[in-house]
């Protein structure tokens, strides 16, 4: 029987079939994998530049493509009989030396680029790779086929205009070296390219079966009716994963903490979800998958169920929140769930307090200070340094601050009342006290998890990262972590380091969900300045880069909020006949008020209307984002005052920038920002 592997371009192709011809072309797969009588049979191409393509007649009028080598076929793609004659005519296929993996470009496409790449050439003796020879640009991989086309580019708007049409594999390495990078350099982006790690032996270019293999972007193996049916339903991200994504997911083990970083869209926590499915898969113990809220916990959840096909391997995955998890160790001490005390308790004592400054000033020093570092004693808060906090406090004024924290965690005791950090706190203390480091053999089950991945890391409280390293022991897969600072919503700046998690850190570069057009706008806006957090340092956007383009974000200003909310009804609707379902439409806004405003003039819409926090997580086609207004963004309430805390002021003003910033980024194809008079200080002129 033949083996097949599948390209994630048929499964899109055939979602575009009308159902008919759908189910038609699903029970010729079928046949086919099965080698039935009646089968469809492979048919060469006439004039095909490469003799191993066939098609296969897989229903009245449409035809698969295939690449074939003795038993193997890679079907690429469905398209009605003409379409995929031209098809197999107009690509090339090939297996990259110097990684092992399957490669595929438009010939056809290169051809016509050709003609005015030599009219530049002709202009000018200038090339943009005389310094590299034959044998270098070999090394890298480089088909020798596309050499002559190669030697003819003059610059690097040549080189760029040639990316959408050749294979990244070929791309990257030829345009580090075009950013005047050593080969060296280029064998590090090539190396980003690779989804398996090297094995050691040399690439065999004739062996196409091993190059599919290490091709997990590019091709699936399917064996069965089951496995073909999980390709075809599931949504991509469940089957497919860029190369940098599959190796982090899928390597393994890691002797120490994993630490993934990577701007939005770059897939973190796609590389989370399969990383807990990978674990689960080997059976070493209970996996508990972490994120942000209970809402996203609920999304990580729903993906899971479509992710893990395996009904056993699921149920060893848990998914929720620190503040879950702390509540259910502290009930369980204690034999009863505890009582949570609300912020509007918290204001009344810091005000009662006497600690001389304003409640939200001392708030933030209990959080930022004390509880960030666990401090116990008046002796050790008069010792601990302060990061992050803009005004110096000597030993009197420490001492005032240290009575109003004891005076707010007396009075809360009294009432039995807890804050959710004085939760985490308490738990992982409770965990030290019943829990070993290791994970032995005789007491293989003292830590709750044998496994803990965290998404969005970024906005964690260091009492929270205690509570999760006690949760897991000290052994090799523990923990693997995925945030980015840049996305920050909470003033919260942790390096692992300073909470006992020594991480090997990686970062993932390529944005493959937004448009490089979004992705600039949202950079400016952000600031592209460096982010604190999760590393020793500070993390910087450069080098992060999307592959794909689309429309420039569109900033709309109005005179009136009455005429705002009409021109996003306007623009909404406009989408909705474009063919867009509602449920891929994400509106957000600052407020509130501006939240049920929305909801009030897209009532018979049926679209999503949330706050700005409330996009932290999501995605989708289009995204509106109103209200991003002076006065309005950032929220005058959200900031300290300049007078209490400069430097309080600065996090809190690109803790805000942070928050725009997600949910602009949320847009996997259009963004539309509207503001009513002076437009937001945030928004890039």
């Given at each position: 029987m033949p083996r097949l592997a599948i390209s994630p371009e048929f499964p899109a192709e055939l979602g575009a079939l009308a159902q008919p011809a759908r189910r038609d072309v699903v029970v010729a797969v079928r046949r086919f994998m099965q080698g039935v009588a009646g089968a469809p049979h492979p048919e060469r191409i006439r004039g095909a530049g490469d003799p191993r393509v066939a098609t296969l007649r897989l229903a009245e009028g449409h035809r698969g493509v295939v690449v074939r080598q003795r038993d193997v076929h890679w079907l690429l793609t469905v398209l009605p009989d003409a379409e995929a004659w031209a098809y197999g005519r107009r690509h090339r296929f090939g297996v990259n030396t110097a990684l092992g993996v399957v490669e595929m470009w438009d010939a056809e496409a290169l051809g016509r680029a050709e003609p005015a790449l030599r009219r530049a050439a002709a202009a000018t003796?200038?090339?943009?790779?005389?310094?590299?020879?034959?044998?270098?640009?070999?090394?890298?991989?480089?088909?020798?086929?596309?050499?002559?086309?190669?030697?003819?580019?003059?610059?690097?708007?040549?080189?760029?205009?040639?990316?959408?049409?050749l294979p990244p594999t070929q791309y990257q390495p030829l345009a580090a070296l075009a950013r005047g990078e050593s080969l060296a350099g280029a064998w590090r982006e090539l190396d980003a390219c690779r989804a398996v790690p090297p094995d050691g032996r040399p690439v065999d270019p004739d062996d196409?079966?091993?190059?599919?293999?290490?091709?997990?972007?590019?091709?699936?193996?399917?064996?069965?009716?089951r496995e073909l049916n999980h390709v075809l339903d599931a949504p991509d991200w469940c089957v497919f994963l860029h190369p940098p994504q599959h190796r982090l997911a899928y390597h393994g083990p890691y002797e120490r903490p994993v630490l993934v970083t990577g701007g939005a869209g770059t897939g973190k926590t796609l590389v989370a979800l399969h990383r807990a499915v990978c674990l689960a898969r080997r059976g070493a113990g209970p996996v508990l998958l972490v994120t942000f809220s209970q809402k996203l916990s609920a999304d990580l959840s729903a993906r899971l169920d479509l992710l893990a096909e395996d009904e056993e391997v699921r149920e060893r995955i848990e998914v929720g929140n620190v503040d879950r998890l702390a509540h259910r160790v502290v009930s369980e001490a204690e034999g009863r769930a505890p009582a949570l005390a609300d912020s509007a308790d918290l204001v009344a004592l810091w005000e009662e307090s006497g600690g001389g400054r304003s409640p939200a000033f001392l708030l933030r020093e209990w959080e930022q200070v004390v509880l960030a570092q666990n401090l116990r004693t008046l002796e050790e808060y008069l010792a601990a340094p302060r990061p992050g906090r803009g005004v110096d406090l000597g030993p009197a004024e420490r001492e005032a601050v240290w009575r109003a924290v004891e005076h707010v965690t007396g009075r809360l005791r009294e009432r039995g009342k807890r804050t959710l950090l004085q939760l985490a706190a308490e738990a992982s203390l409770l965990l030290g006290r019943t829990t070993g480091d290791l994970l032995g053999d005789e007491e293989p089950s003292r830590e709750p998890y044998r496994h803990i991945v965290v998404d969005e890391a970024q906005d964690l409280h260091p009492a929270q990262w205690r509570l999760l390293r006690a949760a897991v022991p000290y052994a090799p897969d523990d923990l693997f972590i995925t945030g980015?600072?840049?996305?920050?919503?909470?003033?919260?700046?942790?390096?692992?380091?300073?909470?006992?998690?020594?991480?090997?850190?990686?970062?993932?570069?390529?944005?493959?969900?937004?448009?490089?057009?979004?992705?600039?706008?949202a950079v400016r806006l952000r600031g592209g300045g460096p982010a604190d957090g999760l590393v020793n340092g500070a993390q910087e956007m450069y080098g992060f880069r999307s592959p794909g383009h689309g429309p420039?974000?569109?900033?709309?200003?109005?005179?009136?909020?009455?005429?705002e909310l009409t021109g996003l009804a306007?623009?909404?609707?406009?989408?909705?006949?474009?063919?867009?379902?509602?449920?891929?439409?994400?509106?957000?806004?600052?407020?509130?008020?501006l939240v049920r405003d929305a909801r009030a003039a897209l009532r018979d819409l049926g679209v999503g209307v949330t706050t700005l926090h409330g996009m932290k997580g999501l995605e989708f086609r289009r995204v509106a984002v109103i209200g991003v207004t002076d006065?309005?963004?950032?929220?005058?309430?959200?900031?300290?005052?300049?007078?209490e805390d400069p430097a309080a002021r600065a996090h809190d003003l690109q803790r805000e920038r942070g928050l725009l910033y997600v949910a602009c980024t949320r847009a996997r194809e259009l963004l539309y920002v509207s503001h009513t008079g002076r437009a937001s200080p945030f928004l890039p002129t």
């Open positions: 003796s200038a090339r943009l790779f005389a310094d590299n020879c034959d044998t270098d640009l070999a090394e890298l991989g480089v088909d020798r086929r596309l050499l002559p086309l190669i030697r003819l580019i003059t610059d690097d708007l040549a080189l760029e205009a040639l990316e959408p049409l196409f079966a091993a190059a599919l293999l290490r091709s997990p972007d590019r091709a699936v193996f399917v064996g069965s009716p980015d600072p840049h996305q920050r919503v909470l003033d919260t700046r942790v390096p692992l380091g300073s909470v006992g998690i020594d991480a090997v850190t990686t970062r993932l570069r390529v944005s493959h969900r937004l448009p490089q057009e979004i992705l600039a706008w420039r974000p569109m900033v709309r200003a109005y005179d009136s909020p009455e005429e306007v623009q909404v609707r406009e989408w909705v006949r474009d063919g867009v379902p509602p449920r891929e439409i994400g509106v957000a806004a600052r407020t509130a008020g006065g309005i963004v950032p929220a005058p309430g959200a900031l300290t005052p300049a007078a």
